[in-house]
């Protein structure tokens, strides 16, 4: 099918693939960082840059063992740059983001031709999940990233017997075992076991683990930080990361993230709005996807993350991000032979997601009583009325509108970029609009207190808000104060004794100084 298609110059290449990065980099520092992940990942950035100690990372002076040190490292050379500030946090993972959308587009360019690159990028780059961990200063987009590139290259290995292929999936992995751990082994590693079980290739298995190459590249570039944090820290490293933070999130649910059976039967469709009507245009072809090699090869990368993820006690909605090269080739496929009403179908979809999404403030808002957790429902009733969202709203609505009537005068062919772009649109009044009131709304009050806790100890008690440490620019532990210390408190249900002096108060936050001579309550 490529070969069908007049080339795309080069020039106009460069200038999509520029524009594109001005996509994922539009807001990306107009939102405060969103506690917990963010917060914990960003401090523990800034205080492995005011240590200088690189080779390890700590939370409020506290050895940190969640994940390894690759994107640290690279958050840390933004920081350098840029400042610590919200843009240099999740710079790369907008860039890992940019980097995989586009490696995505050269494989679907050659396996299906310039349609579907252009179609494959925009898939990615305007899905929900995609979008979201572009705009998150944690490792999931990073790794993400090393996934995306491992599966690329395990295909042109698989299909074509190349070695140089090869070899660069072993560097993949490795960044991704320095990213975030053995999880980045395991995807790539079971697909290649399932190709041989289903395919004809006998011996598949063995001829890549003779590969010596392959074997020093992945050794040098993930074994070197490994061997020195077990040297460093010894039973404490292996104990924290490799029993606590993978195999015990696997048996049994961390941090309250559980979920059923069908918790991601039930997430995907939402991470990939909104291009989900086309699964069911996928489904509907389903004969042809196992006989083609690269649609099968897909089915079975996202098959399988979603398989092994389901059966972990700990589950979180971007786990399932992992299954995004499989994903995206399956609906590039279904897109390029999805007629007008499946065009309509999204289109329609696509109307609704961005009316729910652009009216939820508003409208939580209005009716704090729907909202469980005291402490939000007071953050989100007292928060600014998102007027300016409601004209937005309206703006964007009347668009889609006219899309949708005018839609169904064009020709399929063209539906494509049309849809696509209205999507891009779509997520960059996200980002311009909706991402930042939520930020303001949810961490503005620890944001301000953080301003006015900058000149004495200060700790975390009964809250956990890692940005609270950032913002200030020194640790703040999660302990009760001692003597003399300020400490973030939620006001929600007072839990200090009344003698204790409020510094500041803030919609559902306060600092409180506990003063000499007093006693913690019992």
């Keep these: ?61 506290t050895d940190r063992f969640d994940k390894p040190i690759g994107v640290y490292w690279l958050q840390a050379l933004s920081v350098k740059v840029f400042g610590v500030n919200e843009f240099a946090l999740r710079l790369p993972s907008a860039l890992a983001a940019w980097v995989a959308c586009l490696a995505l587009g050269l494989t679907a360019y050659q396996a299906w031709g310039s349609r579907a690159a252009m179609l494959a990028a925009m898939v990615f780059a305007s899905s929900l999940g995609p979008w979201a961990m572009a705009r998150t200063a944690t490792a999931d987009a990073l790794l993400g990233l090393w996934l995306m590139l491992s599966a690329l290259d395990l295909w ?64 040098a570039v993930a074994g070197p930080w490994y061997i020195y944090a077990w040297l460093r820290h010894g039973d404490a490293f292996i104990q924290g990361f490799f029993l606590r933070h993978n195999l015990d999130r696997f048996s049994a649910p961390m941090e309250g993230h559980s979920g059923g059976w069908l918790y991601f039967v039930l997430v995907l469709p939402l991470l990939w709005m909104p291009w989900t009507p086309l699964v069911l245009n996928v489904g509907m072809r389903w004969k042809p996807l196992w006989q083609t090699p690269i649609l099968r090869f897909a089915l079975l990368w996202a098959g399988f993350v979603v398989v092994f993820f389901s059966l972990s006690a700990t589950k979180l909605p971007h786990y399932v991000l992992y299954a995004a090269p499989g994903v995206v080739l399956l ?75 005018s839609s169904r005068f064009l020709p399929a062919p063209l539906q494509l970029p049309r849809f696509g772009l209205l999507a891009m649109g779509g997520s960059a ?75 500041a108060s803030e919609r559902g936050f306060a600092l409180v100084l506990r003063p000499a001579g007093s006693k913690l309550p019992p």
């Excluded at 110059?9 to 506690?35: E, H, K, M, N």
Aim: aromatic share 12%.
């Design 1 to 61: 099918m490529a070969g069908s298609e007049a080339p795309v110059s080069r020039s106009w290449t460069f200038v999509a693939a520029f524009l594109l990065l001005g996509y994922f980099l539009l807001g990306l520092g107009q939102s405060l960082l969103f506690d917990v992940d963010e917060g914990a990942f960003s401090e523990a950035t800034r205080e492995m840059v005011v240590s200088g100690d690189w080779g390890h990372t700590t939370l409020n002076g």
């Design 156 to 219: 042109r290995y698989l299909c074509n017997n190349d070695r140089q292929a090869l070899r660069r999936l072993a560097l993949w992995m490795a960044l991704g075992v320095l990213t975030k751990g053995p999880v980045a082994v395991l995807i790539p590693a079971v697909v290649l076991l399932l190709w041989q079980w289903w395919g004809t290739a006998p011996g598949l298995v063995l001829r890549t683990l003779r590969d010596g190459w392959s074997w020093l590249i992945f050794g």
């Design 331 to 405: 609906l590039t496929y279904a897109g390029l032979h999805a007629s007008n009403r499946w065009w309509w179908a999204c289109a329609v979809l696509l109307t609704a997601w961005m009316a729910l999404l652009l009216t939820l403030p508003a409208v939580l808002r209005d009716h704090p009583e729907w909202i469980g957790d005291s402490l939000y429902r007071s953050l989100i009733q007292t928060s600014n009325a998102p007027h300016f969202l409601r004209s937005i709203s309206a703006a964007v609505l009347m668009v889609q509108v006219v899309w949708l009537v």
């Design 429 to 503: 009044v996200l980002a311009l609009g909706v991402l930042p009131w939520w930020s303001q709304t949810l961490q503005g009050p620890v944001h301000g207190l953080a301003a006015k806790a900058l000149s004495q100890p200060a700790v975390q008690w009964g809250v956990h808000f890692p940005s609270f440490a950032l913002y200030r620019q020194s640790p703040a532990p999660r302990r009760a104060p001692q003597e003399g210390e300020l400490a973030l408190v939620r006001t929600d249900q007072p839990y200090w004794p009344e003698d204790w002096t409020v510094v």
